[in-house]
């Protein structure tokens, strides 16, 4: 069993809060904004069952999620039900008619095979400003008016 490591970003969007759960709950939609996520599949029995694939540095991982608890325009929880062990949830905070506050938190079991190669804090630096930057590039992608006929 390895280190769990876990991660919290914020970003504030000039959005209402329905525009932004509209963008963020299309998970397809992710790998515009998220650099490392390759591919992102919705089962198509089950909504709440992802397909992910991860590549970065050279890695590539695989997982499935399940999401486990939804609250529309509120949060959303998941976890992984195999491959890379993952778990996290997303939070929106409406701050007014147009701004919404979103704080994202991830955590995961750091990879054997990136145990020996890279100390836990150097990877979890990395993989912080990774999360900022992408959760920056989900509110530019937000700000650009993407999504809003969603809302």
Excluded at 30 to 40: A, K, L
Excluded at 49 to 57: K, M, N, R
Excluded at 77 to 97: C, D, I, M, N
Excluded at 99 to 109: D, G, I, N, R
């Amino acid at each position: 069993m390895g280190r769990w490591l876990e991660h919290s970003v914020t970003t504030e969007v000039q959005a209402p809060v329905q525009q932004v759960w509209a963008v963020w709950s299309d998970l397809e939609a992710m790998p515009r904004w998220m650099h490392w996520i390759e591919s992102v599949v919705t089962t198509a029995d089950d909504p709440d069952l992802t397909d992910w694939t991860l590549a970065a540095q050279g890695f590539r991982f695989h997982w499935k999620a399940r999401i486990t608890q939804r609250v529309e325009a509120q949060q959303l929880h998941w976890e992984s039900v195999g491959g890379l062990p993952t778990k996290g949830a997303v939070r929106f905070y409406p701050q007014g008619a147009d701004l919404t506050a979103v704080k994202l938190s991830v955590s995961y079991e750091l990879p054997g095979v990136l145990a020996p190669l890279m100390d836990a804090s150097i990877l979890g630096g990395i993989v912080t400003k990774e999360l900022q930057a992408n959760l920056d590039r989900f509110r530019d992608l937000v700000q650009s008016g993407y999504g809003k006929q969603a809302g």
